[in-house]
């Protein structure tokens, strides 16, 4: 049986959890909290908020453990809550558990929170089953039908990522060229790059049921050429050839922990974004990208995360 855990923290811990679930072996994706503030479709405003899930097996993994790990960084002294005990409250009193037969659709209520994302006025982003929006026609459409993966839009850094591609985009240095996604997850960014003109685009997740449902998305994009994808650990790639740049939305411990690798994906004074670094890690970040010889053009933010549009020196 498989087993969901909800819990429903402020945003500055999600990378936190998303942590913990990668050290517990167990599937893992956060949805940001919204609230409606005008009735429409649009009209909503996030809350500062996040609900982590995690995702296990009742029979072929032990839960008691991985609950009993989950509760114990809740009711952990580190300094990422300062000891705020009202949070610890707040953050244990959100949890739910729920068990889910193995015939249902564990998915089907998240999807019923997936609403189209106006990302900016040349991009969106909208599940499959909904209908088209205003101005679709002179927008960038990318199809998302998320899955287990990470990256519907709906979250900060993949937001950022898509504003910095597109401020790339407007400065003429897409089109006709290479990218790799590292950390792809659902798709979006590769799709991104190709429905703005790149030549051709590697994407590399380590996730399997990530990769399969990345597949899926590549179809409903329309998405068959120029793109390839590989189920692989970032530190295990090699591409065949250097790219013109990357784009890389993933945690800041692993990107700084792989960031002299992954610096030689790029050829001459290749570009690369960085995206899912949080306040926190923000300093790490710039000091990792200063010794590996990136040079930072630009930094933009969204409540506690940071992103960067770099070139190599």
């Known amino acids: 049986m ?13 990378e936190e959890l998303i942590g913990l679930a990668d050290s517990l072996t167990v599937q893992c994706f ?22 982590v899930s995690f995702v296990y097996s009742t029979v072929e993994q032990n839960a008691a453990e991985i609950e009993k790990s989950i509760e114990t960084w809740i009711a952990s002294d580190s300094d990422i809550f300062v000891s705020n005990e009202k949070i610890k409250d707040e953050i244990l009193s959100s949890k739910i558990i729920i068990d889910y037969r193995e015939d249902e659709d564990w998915m089907s209520a998240f999807r019923a929170y997936f609403q189209p994302v106006h990302v900016s006025e040349k991009i969106i982003v909208r599940p499959p089953w909904s209908d088209p929006v205003e101005n679709e026609e002179n927008a960038t459409v990318i199809l998302i039908d998320p899955g ?4 519907t839009g709906t979250h900060e850094t993949t937001r950022l990522c898509l504003r910095l591609l597109e401020r790339v985009n ?3 240095d897409v089109k006709g060229r290479s990218f790799a996604d590292l950390g792809a997850g659902s798709g979006i960014l590769s799709f991104a790059l190709l429905k ?26 329309g998405i068959s050429e120029n793109l390839k994808i590989f189920c692989k650990d970032l530190s295990h790639f090699q591409p065949e050839k250097k790219f013109d740049g990357f784009v890389a939305n993933i945690s ?53 995360w940071h992103a960067f549009l770099t070139t190599r020196k």
């Open 30 to 51: 956060s949805s940001p909290c919204i609230r409606d503030c005008g009735g429409g479709e649009e009209d909503f405003e996030f809350t500062g908020e996040t609900i």
């Open 196 to 221: 703005m003109g790149a030549r051709e685009v590697c994407a590399i997740e380590i996730d399997g049921p990530a990769v399969e449902n990345l597949r899926k998305n590549a179809k409903i994009n």
């Open 148 to 151: 287990m993966a990470f990256g």
């Open 2 to 14: 498989l087993r969901r855990l909800d819990i429903t923290v402020p945003d500055v811990f999600e």
């Open 252 to 304: 800041s411990p692993i990107l700084i922990e792989n960031l002299n690798l992954i610096s030689s994906f790029v050829q001459g004074k290749g570009l690369a974004i960085f995206s899912g670094i949080n306040q926190t890690n923000s300093a790490k970040m710039r000091e990792a990208l200063s010794e590996n010889n990136f040079v930072i053009n630009s930094e933009i933010t969204e409540g506690e």
């Open 170 to 172: 407007d400065s003429g």
